[in-house]
């Protein structure tokens, strides 16, 4: 079996007193976009910045490309981590305003002593094939357009030569329209250089369009995973069952009956003992809340942590997977 692009394995991030991940595994396959979902404060960034490395883990380990990265070490120039590049929430934020976009183009090659006339050619030249002109090179950050901003930020990406982009709300904050040009421009440079997506997304509507399998995630653990298709047709978790019916469609015919969860997102400086769904949880009984489900293999490649799922094939009691 072809070894995977991305293993995180009982990933453990904090701050402080904080756990804001507890125990997350993953496997990004080559080639394949993983989606990540979940409320707002579950976790989500925290697991994109330990696999970039802007925040150590506190426990667990990272491998990229069969290559392990340390618990608790920091990103350094060449390392497994270096062939991942991160996309921001807000594009505009993460360029620099007093820099052109000229500059800022060559900047990822300079910091990496990569930097020549004939490589940076090569960059505007990619640029321009994604829509940004030569007009805009001598333009500052704020003076983008939303969309023009991601596509600033995706080249200088992509100038780091990574396998592995880690999209956290690629399309937030954009029209409609924009947000179909992105994700077709993101699987067609998937397709083209090979690239590996983790996707992060609020925007179920544009996981379920653009992802192979996703990973779903409730106060900073993963309570779901699967192949996308199978996993929105007949989610096995409650949560996931209720996150999938809170999502808006203008196709009748996946339109759900609205589940709305009773109860407030538990303080994560506190979690609940047992199943941490289990106070908001309808289906919820006392084995509930004193034994945590571990996440359990199941068949169709799915994946689920509940005592009493919805699809009652999922779990098959053996070896804890992720991914």
């Known amino acids: 079996m072809e070894e995977p692009a991305l293993v995180l394995k009982d990933a453990v991030v904090r701050y402080h007193r904080l756990t804001a991940v507890d125990g997350v595994s993953l496997e990004l396959r080559r080639g394949e976009t993983l989606g990540l979902v979940g409320e707002s404060g579950c976790g989500k960034s925290s697991v994109a910045r330990s696999i970039v490395g802007l925040q150590p883990l506190a426990s667990g380990t990272l491998s990229v490309d069969g290559e392990t990265v340390r618990a608790g070490t920091r990103r350094k120039a060449g390392d497994a981590q270096s062939r991942i590049q991160l996309l921001f929430q807000d594009p505009a934020a993460s360029l620099s305003p007093r820099l052109t976009v000229k500059t800022l183009l060559a900047e990822p090659l300079k910091i990496r002593n990569v930097y020549t006339a004939e490589r940076f050619a090569e960059i505007v030249a990619l640029a321009e094939s994604l829509g940004l002109g030569q007009q805009l090179l001598t333009r500052y950050p704020h003076q983008l357009s939303g969309g023009q901003a991601r596509r600033v930020a995706l080249v200088r990406a992509l100038a780091a030569n990574p396998s592995i982009i880690v999209a956290d709300e690629p399309t937030a904050g954009l029209d409609i329209s924009v947000q179909g040009e992105l994700l077709n421009l993101l699987r067609s440079l998937r397709d083209r250089l090979g690239l590996s997506y983790l996707l992060i997304s609020h925007n179920l509507n544009v996981v379920g369009r653009v992802t192979d399998r996703v990973a779903v ?23 996931t069952q209720a996150l999938l019916s809170a999502n808006l469609t203008l196709d009748p015919s996946r339109q759900r009956e609205r589940i709305v969860l009773t109860g407030e997102l538990p303080n994560p400086s506190n979690p609940p003992s047992g199943c941490r769904f289990h106070k908001r949880c309808p289906l919820a009984q006392p084995k509930c809340a004193a034994d945590a489900p571990p996440l359990l293999a199941g068949t169709g490649a799915r994946s689920v942590a509940c005592h009493f799922p919805l699809v009652s094939a999922a779990p098959i009691p053996r070896q804890a997977i992720a991914g």
Do not use: D, K
């Not at 995630?217 to 929105?232: C, D, N």
């Open 217 to 239: 995630m409730y106060l900073g653990q993963i309570v779901e995973s699967g192949p996308t298709a199978s996993l929105f047709r007949e989610p096995a978790h409650p949560y």
